[in-house]
């Protein structure tokens, strides 16, 4: 079976099976199972593939494992990152949360900078590629923090540490604390899509209402910062209002929206 084959058979055994995207699935298992990018697709359509892995990833998507899952790594910001069972899956969104932290860093001399709740590291890892700094990359969970270790591998200024938020951590003091938190209400878990109930419940539950971890932050991060230091979060589209609220430790608190005009991340100064 060469690529053109395998496409088009992979995307009537997605249609059939009701799972959604069918087309964009189908294209991004094959070109996984071909090991070329998605956009080199035309070039290698007459290219043979190995036909048991391909039945095994559109069997998982079958399942409904998440396409990311199931690929085993997915582009976000510059880079390519390893993600599988156990790490949240990164966003589009976060990439807007990356520039935002990039082109203030950028003005800075060797800034340090803090990843809370670093997952796969891809808010970190992306700085650590695009700036003279020394980023540390705090994660609890341990599956969450292989991957992290894994695609930290060969960036020399990107430190993992395997820790709770809650505890104390002996690190310098920041220039920069950047995160994305878990920011869902629990109560919310259970209405969430499919695919994203296969992501670990750690990595996206923020407690009753869904800010736990941002009242962590305020509460034993702001003294982290050096003076002048700046606090950068992703939170969830309705919690911009509760934020205020929340940040009592930090000044100047501007909450900005992403591209689709939600509120998605928050800048803050140290008090």
């Given at each position: 079976?060469?690529?053109?084959?395998?496409?088009?058979?992979?995307?009537?055994?997605?249609?059939?099976?009701?799972?959604?995207?069918?087309?964009?699935?189908?294209?991004?298992?094959?070109?996984?199972?071909?090991?070329?990018?998605?956009?080199?697709?035309?070039?290698?359509?007459?290219?043979?593939?190995?036909?048991?892995?391909?039945?095994?990833?559109?069997?998982?998507?079958?399942?409904?494992?998440?396409?990311?899952?199931?690929?085993?790594?997915?582009?976000?910001?510059?880079?390519?990152?390893?993600?599988?069972?156990?790490?949240?899956?990164?966003?589009?969104?976060?990439?807007?949360?990356?520039?935002?932290?990039?082109n203030y860093a950028k003005e800075l001399e060797r800034p340090v900078i803090i990843d809370l709740c670093a997952g796969s590291g891809?808010?970190?890892?992306?700085l650590a590629k695009k700036l003279n700094s020394s980023v540390y990359l705090v994660e609890k969970s341990k599956d969450a923090f292989?991957?992290?270790?894994?695609?930290?591998?060969?960036?020399?200024?990107?430190?993992?540490?395997?820790?709770?938020?809650?505890?104390?951590?002996?690190?310098?003091?920041?220039?920069?604390?950047?995160?994305?938190?878990?920011?869902?209400?629990?109560?919310?878990?259970?209405?969430?899509?499919?695919?994203?109930?296969?992501?670990?419940?750690?990595?996206?539950?923020?407690?009753?209402?869904?800010?736990?971890?941002?009242?962590?932050?305020?509460?034993?991060?702001?003294?982290?910062?050096?003076?002048?230091?700046?606090?950068?979060?992703?939170?969830?589209?309705?919690?911009?209002?509760?934020?205020?609220?929340?940040?009592?430790?930090?000044?100047?608190?501007?909450?900005?929206?992403?591209?689709?005009?939600?509120?998605?991340?928050?800048?803050?100064?140290?008090?």
């Amino acid at each position: 079976m060469n690529l053109k084959e395998a496409y088009s058979y992979s995307v009537r055994f997605l249609q059939g099976n009701n799972v959604d995207e069918a087309d964009f699935k189908a294209l991004c298992v094959c070109c996984a199972v071909a090991g070329i990018k998605n956009s080199e697709y035309s070039l290698h359509i007459n290219d043979d593939i190995i036909h048991s892995r391909l039945a095994e990833m559109l069997w998982a998507l079958r399942e409904g494992e998440p396409l990311q899952y199931v690929i085993g790594k997915w582009d976000f910001y510059e880079s390519e990152f390893c993600v599988g069972k156990g790490v949240l899956i990164p966003r589009p969104e976060t990439e807007e949360l990356v520039e935002l932290v990039y082109n203030y860093a950028k003005e800075l001399e060797r800034p340090v900078i803090i990843d809370l709740c670093a997952g796969s590291g891809c808010i970190g890892i992306s700085l650590a590629k695009k700036l003279n700094s020394s980023v540390y990359l705090v994660e609890k969970s341990k599956d969450a923090f292989e991957y992290l270790c894994k695609n930290s591998r060969g960036v020399e200024n990107a430190f993992p540490i395997n820790a709770d938020i809650n505890d104390m951590i002996d690190l310098p003091k920041a220039d920069i604390i950047v995160s994305n938190p878990p920011y869902i209400k629990s109560g919310d878990l259970d209405s969430l899509q499919s695919e994203v109930k296969r992501e670990p419940k750690i990595a996206l539950d923020g407690g009753m209402d869904g800010l736990d971890f941002y009242r962590i932050i305020n509460d034993k991060w702001a003294d982290k910062l050096r003076d002048f230091g700046k606090l950068f979060l992703e939170i969830g589209n309705d919690q911009g209002k509760s934020i205020n609220d929340i940040l009592i430790n930090f000044k100047n608190i501007r909450v900005k929206k992403d591209i689709y005009g939600n509120d998605r991340m928050v800048v803050a100064d140290k008090r």
